[in-house]
């Protein structure tokens, strides 16, 4: 459907996004990921034909439409700022794009109350954009985009001027919604939870490259760098080398364990070792071995979050772990001699 390839941009002296290839199948949901300066937006942006690449092509289908007009493109895009216009009603701002293609008036009617069901706001038809709330709003902005069955919707930090409660429900309405229409879908965000809950696949940026791509478990329990690791949740750093036992994946201070590895990491580990990065849920603290290969820490930091405790350790090696431990499980106090063993995310 989308087909991204060896995409550039450069601004002067500053190269804002370098060798970029991606590709989107039919229906599929992917969410660029990354801080501000990342690249993301540059990406969608050129994506959309607002912006001109320096090098590379964008294919939407077959077509090449690196050079065409934005409105020649035929994608639907919304915006973090709504982009409504203040002086026509919900229905007007949706019907809109149907009446500059010249669709009949019954279609456009019947079209604009299939979108409004939808969105859930056949109540808001005859309201102005400034009758409505910021959810409202965005709801409208995405039924704008959709009223002319785009083939490819582009989402520009859609939820980000939200407060969380909306942010929450109109995340759950537009997965919905990409899953009734099935519009083939290319969002931008910050937001690391809204990436993993939302995306079929997740593309990790920093400073203009793709540091990872994968599904959100793959990403999540499976980083492939430092960075993406760290961006992600949380996690701790530390230095494995191949298992020896022949059941294993990998080993550290003396005690073996499976942990999914990506690609590098597997190299890595065949010439040596590798950094393993260890999500929080991940660490079981135990009072005493169960094996007797358990590797032994202390306390060292303990703060309470509600649903769960968090909890640092240094090990022996002095590496520091950071633990999660659900409420109402034992308590930890700066001191407290533990060991550790690690979980399999994947079972």
Request: hydrophobic share 40%.
């Amino acid at each position: 459907m989308l087909t991204v390839e060896h995409l550039e941009k450069r601004f002067r002296d500053h190269v804002a996004v370098r060798d970029f290839s991606i590709r989107l199948e039919p229906g599929e949901f992917i969410a660029l990921l990354g801080p501000s300066g990342s690249g993301k937006t540059t990406v969608l942006r050129m994506i959309a034909g607002l912006l001109t690449p320096s090098a590379g092509t964008v294919y939407i289908g077959e077509r090449n439409v690196t050079n065409v007009r934005p409105k020649d493109r035929q994608i639907g895009v919304v915006f973090q700022s709504y982009a409504l216009f203040p002086h026509l009603t919900a229905g007007e701002n949706i019907a809109f794009a149907l009446r500059l293609r010249r669709v009949k008036k019954n279609e456009i009617r019947d079209r604009v109350n299939e979108l409004l069901g939808l969105m859930q706001l056949p109540h808001r038809e005859h309201y102005y954009p400034a009758q409505m709330s910021g959810g409202e709003r965005q709801r409208v902005a995405l039924a704008r985009a959709l009223a002319f069955r785009p083939p490819l919707l582009l989402l520009d930090e859609p939820l980000s001027a939200l407060d969380a409660k909306v942010r929450d429900s109109l995340r759950e309405l537009l997965k919905d919604v990409q899953r009734q229409t099935g519009v083939t879908t290319l969002m931008v965000t910050h937001d690391q939870e809204e990436a993993l809950s939302l995306a079929d696949r997740v593309i990790v940026m920093q400073t203009g490259e793709i540091e990872q791509t994968g599904t959100p478990k793959e990403v999540y329990h499976s980083p492939a760098t430092a960075f993406v690791s760290t961006f992600i949740g949380v996690s701790s750093a530390i230095f494995v080398t191949r298992a020896d036992d022949g059941i294993h994946d990998v080993q550290w201070c003396g005690y073996s364990f499976h942990y999914p590895l990506h690609a590098n990491q597997r190299r890595e580990l065949a010439a040596g070792g590798t950094k393993l990065y260890v999500r929080p849920e991940a660490i079981r603290l135990l009072a005493h071995p169960v094996t007797n290969t358990e590797p032994q820490g202390v306390v060292v930091f303990s703060m309470f979050l509600g649903n769960s405790t968090r909890v640092r350790v240094r090990m022996t090696d002095d590496t520091l772990l950071t633990v999660d431990v659900p409420s109402g499980k034992l308590e930890y106090t700066e001191g407290d001699q533990i060991y550790i063993q690690i979980d399999d995310p994947r079972s």
